[in-house]
């Protein structure tokens, strides 16, 4: 099936819940429903109809259990519409600063509740997504530490502005095309390096900055530094740390400007959605939406949650 040039166009072709659940099983099946209890795909599977209509209830034929198309996903047993729900899953994921659960809820119609759980059942699911699509480092990687809830980076207390225990650390690290952030209790070097060893294959040439949580890296990795603490953004040999930096300008723009308040609980989930649209930034708009909805997504209640802001 060719996909729609625009979100607009999609939009604009589905009419009803009907013609979404058609488009989600073309994109998830191929043609070739698979039962989820089984994993048994057959074009032979039975099609129940209710009333004398058919509304994409399966039976296996191989187990005899009972499917739809949105089991196993985010859709299942939601009274939200098909609709609306890839319109959340776009607007979360194609636009640079997300769009808040107030403005979701005006959008689609739904209450503000709703409207942030179905956000964050979308970036629950984004940290599986991302560790299909990151694997490890290697080559040159930029790492970086910052701070998230306050004005300046500081590393150390200081006596202006909020205290660090205001703040909550996050270590990123950024090639090309890929970035991964990861919420900690510390820049320490035992933190930091603990991140480099797991994720960064040795012989890699991995950029920092001039803290001291990165000494001692040079044994396994070709270690550049760029004293940003002597005003210099790019060293000798022409390496830099601009690119996590504004990764970083990123992420708090999305932050402050659109969710406001974070609260450290959440906030690696706010991460994971900066990470994946940067690493998924070459997609189309709907390449990207497609990606989403046609992998298997985890299951969670809304006692995993506590409604919160963004």
């Known amino acids: 099936m060719r996909l729609p040039k625009s979100f607009i166009q999609l939009m604009n072709s589905l009419h009803d819940e009907k013609s979404c659940r058609e488009f989600l099983e073309t994109h998830r099946w191929h043609g070739m429903p698979k039962c989820p209890h089984c994993n048994h795909e057959s074009k032979e599977h039975y099609r129940l109809n209710r009333n004398g209509e058919f509304n994409g209830l399966y039976k296996c034929r191989n187990c005899k259990k009972t499917f739809t198309v949105t089991k196993g996903t985010i859709f299942e047993r939601s009274n939200v519409p098909l609709k609306s729900w890839f319109y959340a899953i776009h607007m979360l994921l194609s636009h640079k600063k997300g769009i808040s659960s107030i403005q979701l ?151 402050k400007s659109t969710y406001h308040v974070v609260s450290h609980k959440y906030l690696q989930m706010y991460c994971n959605e900066f990470s994946y649209k940067y690493t998924t930034r070459n997609m189309g708009e709907i390449e990207r939406l497609v990606h989403f909805i046609t992998k298997k997504h985890r299951q969670i209640k809304h006692s995993d949650f506590t409604v919160g802001y963004g």
């Open 105 to 255: 809820s005006k959008d689609i119609g739904v209450t503000q509740k709703t409207a942030w759980y179905m956000l964050q059942k979308i970036r629950d699911n984004l940290s599986e997504e991302l560790e299909y699509l990151l694997d490890s480092y290697d080559g040159i990687v930029q790492v970086d530490e910052t701070y998230v809830g306050g004005k300046t980076k500081g590393r150390i207390w200081q006596n202006q502005g909020r205290s660090l225990k205001q703040k909550v650390p996050v270590v990123g690290l950024l090639t090309e095309d890929k970035v991964s952030t990861f919420v900690v209790r510390n820049t320490s070097g035992n933190t930091l390096k603990a991140l480099i060893y797991a994720l960064i294959k040795p012989g890699s040439t991995v950029v920092t900055d001039g803290w001291k949580g990165y000494k001692g890296i040079y044994d396994m990795y070709d270690h550049k530094i760029v004293e940003h603490s002597r005003g210099s953004y790019k060293n000798k040999d022409g390496y830099h740390t601009n690119g996590i930096e504004g990764f970083w300008s990123m992420l708090k723009r999305g932050v």
